[in-house]
C-alpha cells in the first residue's frame, strides 16, 4: 500500500479559500468513503477536522468541507483564518483493515 | 469524553524491542472502536502502524507486520505496542488512538511520545 499523494505546500490570503487535495486508488480513496483529514499544530497531535468524506465532528467550523471524486479527496477551507495555518494530512480505508496517510501539506496563510 | 494517554521509555537501544501502553479513560475499551498506533518520525508524516478490537482481532501494516504486536487489557482499559530489533528509522512521535481502523466520528487520539532509538 503506497502513502496518498498530497501537495507539500499550499497557501491563500486571510478571507480567501484553499483546497487541498489527496489523492489515491481505486483500493483506497476510490474504493471506501472512508476518508479522513486531520490539522496539525506543531508539536501537537492531530485533530480530526472531516471524516467519511463529508462529516465534520462537533466543534469543527463549517469553513472546513470535505469532498471526493473518484480517487481524490480533497479538503476546502473557506474564509481562511490565521489560525488555520497548519500542517493537514488525509487518510483512507484502504480495505483488507488497511489505513493509508498522505504526506502532509502545509497550508500557509499570507 | 475519551482521553488517551501514552506512556513507556523515551530511550530505546538499536536492536532492543520499543514497549508503549495507552491508557483509556472516560469510555470502556470493550464498548467497541478500534484502537490503535501511529507515528510520526521528527519533521515526516504520519504512518499507521496497527489497531486492535476489544475482542483481540489485531490488523497491521504490512510494512511492519513482522515487527509488531498489539495486544488490550479490557481489565486495566489499556492497550500495547511492542515493536522488536528498532533502528533508528524507528524514532517518531508514537500515538495511541480511538476508532484507528476507519477514522470515523469516534477518532481521537492521545497527546504522543516521542521515543529515540540511539545507544
Known amino acids: 500500500q503506497s502513502a496518498l499523494t498530497q501537495p507539500p505546500s499550499a497557501s491563500g490570503s486571510p478571507g480567501q479559500s484553499v483546497t487541498i487535495s489527496c489523492t489515491g486508488t481505486s483500493s483506497d480513496v476510490g474504493g471506501y468513503n472512508y476518508v479522513s483529514w486531520y490539522q496539525q499544530h506543531p508539536g501537537k497531535a492531530p485533530k480530526l477536522m472531516i471524516y467519511?468524506?463529508?462529516k465534520r465532528p462537533s466543534g469543527v467550523p463549517d469553513r472546513f468541507s470535505g469532498s471526493k471524486s473518484d480517487n481524490t479527496a480533497s479538503l476546502t477551507v473557506s474564509g481562511l483564518q490565521a489560525e488555520d495555518e497548519a500542517d493537514y494530512y488525509c487518510?483512507?480505508?484502504?480495505?483488507?483493515?488497511?489505513?493509508?496517510f498522505g504526506g502532509g501539506t502545509k497550508l500557509t496563510v499570507l | 469524553q475519551v482521553q488517551l494517554q501514552e506512556s513507556g521509555p523515551g530511550l530505546v537501544k538499536p536492536s532492543e524491542t520499543l514497549s508503549l501502553t495507552c491508557t483509556v479513560s472516560g469510555y470502556s475499551i470493550s464498548s467497541g472502536y478500534y484502537w490503535g498506533w501511529i507515528r510520526q518520525p521528527p519533521g515526516k508524516g504520519l504512518e499507521w502502524i496497527g489497531s486492535i478490537y476489544h475482542t483481540g482481532n489485531t490488523y497491521y501494516n504490512p510494512s511492519l507486520k513482522s515487527r509488531v504486536t498489539i495486544s488490550v487489557d479490557t481489565s486495566k482499559n489499556h492497550f500495547s505496542l511492542k515493536l522488536s530489533s528498532v533502528t533508528a528509522a524507528d524514532t517518531a512521535v508514537y500515538y495511541c488512538a480511538r476508532d484507528a481502523l476507519f477514522m470515523s466520528g469516534g477518532n481521537s487520539w492521545g497527546q504522543g511520545t516521542l521515543v529515540t532509538v540511539s545507544s
Open positions: 487518510s483512507s480505508y484502504a480495505g483488507s483493515n488497511i489505513v493509508v
Open positions: 467519511e468524506v463529508t
